[in-house]
């Protein structure tokens, strides 16, 4: 008996040489840590408008979740990074919403427009709908009809900030890769928009005084997330062409001048994609070509895929020029015969597509 009492009580008294145990302190939940004290929960709630417009500016949502539900043609714009999004049961609204760092959700909800930059984006019991969008995975819709899916074009003061806190890269955007749970045969619950068709088409850009510091801008030179064409070119045979930018400085800036320069020549981008390359899928990349392997050990890479007459040709005029003229020694690599670019392009693409369930 006395070595049972021993072994479930001796840890409740010490001996006179030992120091008394400090208490331990409890953890805080994440509602009661001091820097959520002056939180409101109102102020990321917007409920039952009417006819309203409303501004939420850089900094006044920093992460936080957001919630839209129950509102009538109502134009709300949130031009600050959020952590999740949802909107239910709103009608004829207008609604722009910064990066999210999670999942955007778009609920029953009739004639609206959403531009907005994601990880995850899913609609369900929704229809007559333009969505602008940059999402990183695969758009998902459930239940929906005549949703129209736009690549979103868009730049203002603090947004490629508020790309990095949210934890996305421009250069990963499958607007057009859409997912229908519930797709009718012969038919489509969707479509993608052209490139004529632009955000502000449809959204009015904000023409009070508290924005005016924001210099909105949506046109495709200068919108942090390229324009990329996506699935309105597949079945298309023009030759393609695969560059892919090592992690440098002015590895982005290059990426964007080379966009622009091959435009001028009808070169267009079909798609782009940022990820870490592993040494297994360098190799299955670039074969026995080792002088790759020190190179993506630095960071994600930029890759573009190009489309166009003599597209190969055209790009590694463009490319060269800008390397001579201002981004020497920059390292990257480019296709060198239009023979070799579909196989390139399945290799990078399928890798891709793994990075993004790692």
């Known amino acids: 008996m006395g070595a049972i009492y021993s072994f479930f009580f001796r840890s409740s008294f010490t001996t006179n040489n030992a120091e008394p145990s400090s208490p331990v302190e409890r953890q805080l939940y994440s509602w009661e840590k001091p820097e959520r004290a002056t ?43 959020t952590n999740c999004i949802q909107i239910d049961d709103c009608t004829n609204c207008r609604i722009f919403i910064g990066p999210v760092r999670g999942s955007i959700f778009i609920r029953d909800s009739i004639n609206c427009v959403l531009a907005t930059i ?75 928009l052209d490139k004529n068709e632009n955000v502000f088409k449809y959204l009015p850009i904000p023409t009070d005084s508290s924005c005016n510091f924001l210099n909105i801008k949506g046109d495709v030179d200068t919108s942090i997330t390229p324009y990329t064409y996506g699935e309105l070119y597949r079945g298309q045979n023009e030759e393609r062409c695969l560059v892919i930018f090592f992690h440098d400085i002015n590895a982005d ?29 360098l190799e299955r990349l670039f074969g026995n070509d080792r002088k790759y392997n020190s190179l993506a050990e630095k960071g994600p890479v ?3 895929e190009f489309a166009g007459t003599n597209c190969v040709s055209m790009c590694q005029a463009a490319l060269q020029n800008l390397l001579t003229t201002k981004y ?27 990075q993004m369930f790692v």
């Open 39 to 81: 939180i409101r929960k109102e102020d990321f709630i917007l409920d039952k408008l009417k006819d309203q417009t409303i501004y939420r500016l850089p900094g006044s949502v920093n992460g936080q979740q957001f919630i839209i539900q129950n509102c009538d043609n109502c134009t709300i714009y949130v031009f600050d990074h």
């Open 118 to 192: 994601c990880q995850q984006f899913r609609t369900r019991d929704c229809r007559d709908t333009y969505v602008f969008l940059s999402c990183t995975s695969q758009p998902v819709i459930e239940s929906s009809h005549n949703i129209k899916f736009g690549c979103l074009t868009i730049n203002y003061e603090q947004l490629a900030e508020q790309y990095k806190s949210a934890g996305i890269s421009p250069w990963n955007n499958n607007w057009s890769n859409n997912h229908d749970f519930t797709s009718i045969p012969d038919g489509k619950n969707y479509s993608l």
């Open 253 to 281: 800036a290059c990426a964007r001048a080379l966009i622009t320069t091959a435009k001028q020549s009808e070169i267009v981008l079909v798609q782009s994609k940022s990820y870490t390359v592993d040494e297994t899928n």
């Open 302 to 304: 930029i890759g573009l």
């Open 328 to 354: 020497q020694n920059l390292p990257h690599f480019i296709s060198q015969t239009p023979a070799e670019v579909a196989a390139q392009l399945d290799k990078f693409y399928n890798f891709a597509s793994i």
